[in-house]
Structure formats: structure tokens, C-alpha cells
T-cell receptor, first 114, second 113 residues
Framework: GAGVSQSPSNKVTEKGKDVELRCDPI?????LYWYRQSLGQGLEFLIY????????KSGLPSDRFSAERTGGSVSTLTIQRTQQEDSAVYLC????????????FGSGTQLSVL | DQQVKQNSPSLSVQEGRISILNCDYT??????FLWYKKYPAEGPTFLIS?????DKNEDGRFTVFLNKSAKHLSLHIVPSQPGDSAVYFC????????????FGKGITLSVRP
């Protein structure tokens, strides 16, 4: 597609369940980022991929969070044993891969943990 | 610790007037600054950027000013239109950070018809 695609757009889960969020970046973009936005907060960096490797995982809030990227394209963010504080909009972005570039964002996944 | 600060959570202006959105930063390594606009239920979209070697960048109705000594930047929208009503995020990065952006909390702009 022409833009960054994320699925699902909404996810409601029960506390303690695992969830997987998917991101399909713009074709040809080697860099991929995950951010989240909690209510009333700015965008919080989670993890950055260059190709299939993740040189910067510094934003992952706990070991319940993990992400992978395969084939230099699709990425999956997994949250294990979800907690209510995980409720947020999870945003994926991609860029061509050089430094100081603008990021292109998807519409996000609204995650609600009950 | 917030490295990018947008201290005013909201701003309301009359259609046709100027909107001035402010942003402050604390990290001296930042050398690239961007503004993003976000509508409800959509992802942020890029609006305008500025490199630290410049102090002004203009694109149509949008102008970004950078004051490096004060670690301050501002976005001017002239004239403001009702369709500009959205949340505006200030973001910053630095060479070597691979375009990883640090965002402020955002300002909600309302343009009254």
C-alpha cells in the first residue's frame, strides 16, 4: 500500500492476556519505529528497527514487551500478560533509513486492557 | 525527564488570525526539529521541519522559527483556518539517532470560525 498500515485498529483484551500488534511499513523503507501514546501524553518511543535488527530497544517499558521484524518489512509488537497501564494507542512509523528524516506514521492500534 | 516541552496544552484563535505554537527543548544535541499534526483516530502527519543550521523555514501558511541559544522553536500559522484545528506535536532528533524522534506532549489548536 501507499502508507503505513497497522492492524488491528482497535483491540480490547483482558488483563493477563497476550496481544500482537502488526505494522506493515511503506515499501522500501528500511527503518521502522514503534511509539505509544497514553492518554494525555506525548508519543513515547519504544523500539527502532533498521532492516531486521533492532539497534535501539531502549524504550520498551518492561520485558513483557517484545518486537520483531521479518524480511525487512512487517513488524509485530507483542505484549505479554497485559496490564491496565498498557492501554494506549500504539503507533508504527517508517522512514527510508537515513538520519534526520521525517517519519511516516500509521493510524495506530488503540489497545484497551480491561 | 521531558527533553521536548510544549507547556501550553491548548490554544484557541479566531479564523484568519495568527496561531503561534511554542516548543522548548533541553538536549543540546538536537539538531533537527519537526512539527507534526494529528487529527483524532489518525496517525500524526508531517507538517514542517527545520535544521539547526537555519533559524527559519517557511512552507505556505506555515513557518517554523528556531532560536538555538534559547533552545526554543515556534510554529506560526497565518492565516489560521478551521481545518487547522488539531493536535500539534513538536519533535526533535539528532545526527546519529537514526531519525528517532523525541516528542512533546502536544498542543490542541482550535480555530474558531
Amino acid at each position: 500500500g501507499a502508507g503505513v498500515s497497522q492492524s488491528p485498529s482497535n483491540k480490547v483484551t483482558e488483563k493477563g492476556k497476550d496481544v500482537e500488534l502488526r505494522c506493515d511499513p511503506i515499501s522500501g523503507h528500511t527503518a521502522l519505529y514503534w511509539y505509544r501514546q497514553s492518554l494525555g501524553q506525548g508519543l513515547e518511543f519504544l523500539i527502532y528497527f533498521q532492516g531486521n535488527s533492532a539497534p535501539d530497544k531502549s524504550g520498551l517499558p518492561s520485558d513483557r514487551f517484545s518486537a520483531e521484524r521479518t524480511g525487512g518489512s512487517v513488524s509485530t509488537l507483542t505484549i505479554q500478560r497485559t496490564q491496565q497501564e498498557d492501554s494506549a494507542v500504539y503507533l508504527c512509523a517508517s522512514s527510508p533509513g537515513a538520519t534526520n528524516e521525517k517519519l511516516f506514521f500509521g493510524s495506530g492500534t488503540q489497545l484497551s486492557v480491561l | 525527564d521531558q527533553q521536548v516541552k510544549q507547556n501550553s496544552p491548548s490554544l484557541s484563535v479566531q479564523e484568519g488570525r495568527i496561531s503561534i505554537l511554542n516548543c522548548d527543548y533541553t538536549n543540546s544535541m538536537f539538531d533537527y526539529f519537526l512539527w507534526y499534526k494529528k487529527y483524532p483516530a489518525e496517525g500524526p502527519t508531517f507538517l514542517i521541519s527545520i535544521s539547526s543550521i537555519k533559524d527559519k523555514n517557511e512552507d505556505g501558511r506555515f513557518t517554523v522559527f528556531l532560536n538555538k541559544s534559547a533552545k526554543h522553536l515556534s510554529l506560526h500559522i497565518v492565516p489560521s483556518q478551521p481545518g487547522d484545528s488539531a493536535v500539534y506535536f513538536c519533535a526533535a532528533s539528532y545526527t546519529g539517532a537514526n531519525s528517532k524522534l523525541t516528542f512533546g506532549k502536544g498542543i490542541t489548536l482550535s480555530v474558531r470560525p
